[in-house]
């Protein structure tokens, strides 16, 4: 995510109506003329500690609003989700952004709640729970500051 918020404090951001999202291959059609807002910076939340907690500081950060963060997609359990908690089965090889919105817990199982990109009929409307401990959610969490 770092890349791409020091890319955008450039590069000012284009609303979606004026360039939306269609997930095909085509031609960049950006115009800065159009952008209308850029980072300023950007905060990378520090990793936990061996004593604490897998993702106490992703979860101090989440009390602050939305945090991106880098996870591991590739695997069927992460594909195929569509409810429940991701507690295993799921690597650390950073291969997709996504957006941690929240967090919780169900059966003393703590989990991440994540917004993906691949729209609401994937996994629980869009959503997914992640365990601390899982795909790499705790591993590159950031978020920008306007």
């Not at 729209?119 to 401990?133: E, L, M, Q, R």
């Amino acid at each position: 995510m770092d890349y791409a918020f020091m890319y955008i404090e450039n590069h000012p951001l284009m609303l979606e109506t004026d360039y939306a999202y269609h997930a095909r291959k085509s031609t960049c059609k950006y115009e800065a003329s159009k952008g209308v807002g850029t980072v300023s910076k950007f905060t990378d939340v520090k990793r936990d500690s061996a004593s604490g907690e897998a993702g106490d500081n992703l979860k101090a950060a989440l009390a602050n609003g939305p945090v991106s963060v880098a996870i591991e997609a590739d695997q069927y359990v992460f594909q195929g989700y569509t409810d429940g908690v991701i507690d295993h089965g799921c690597g650390t090889r950073l291969d997709h952004g996504v957006l941690a919105v929240g967090y919780g817990g169900d059966d003393d199982l703590s989990y991440i709640i994540v917004k993906n990109s691949w729209g609401p009929s994937w996994g629980d409307n869009g959503y997914v729970k992640i365990a601390p401990n899982q795909c790499g959610v705790t591993l590159q969490p950031s978020w920008p500051t306007a």
